[in-house]
């Protein structure tokens, strides 16, 4: 069975992973300008390839409480499907820091199981352990699409 490469990252000492396939790029987070009107937990927008992208704050869209971020901290650039547009486009995730590029044998992916409605798993795939640790695979489309699709359409029919 072929092994599914995965980068991992921290955010509010949690170890997260995105499929190697979505990613694009691996920038610094410096510069990062507030985008109007937009939820908080987005971080701004950020260039790359002279292109503007939309940055989410991880830490924010994961319930997480704020921090200041370091000088270690990053933007993954990942390609995913926006809902509203029916496309792929780019996003940024804002994290703590970039670990590793890791491998998994699929095998070892667990699901992620909602136990009660306040338990929402709508941003997680999965989760395996490695060294030790619990590690969350991120599903970037629904980060930026769940429930935000449906104000968005709305505001774009105005």
Known sequence: MEMIKYLTFF???RKFAI????????LVADKLQKIPEFPD???GSCLWNDTTVPV???RARLGFESTEYTNRSCIIICETKFTVRNK?????ILTDT???MTELDPE???PVEAVNYEANTRYL???FAENGDVCYIIDTGMMVNDCDAETVRGAAAE
Not at 88 to 92: E, K, R, S, V
């Open 11 to 13: 955010s509010a000492g």
């Open 19 to 26: 499929p190697f396939h979505d990613i694009r790029t691996v």
């Open 41 to 43: 937990y987005f971080a």
């Open 56 to 58: 989410i704050d991880a």
């Open 88 to 92: 792929l486009g780019l996003i940024g």
């Open 98 to 100: 970039v670990s590793e």
């Open 108 to 110: 070892k992916l667990q």
């Open 125 to 127: 795939t999965g989760v």
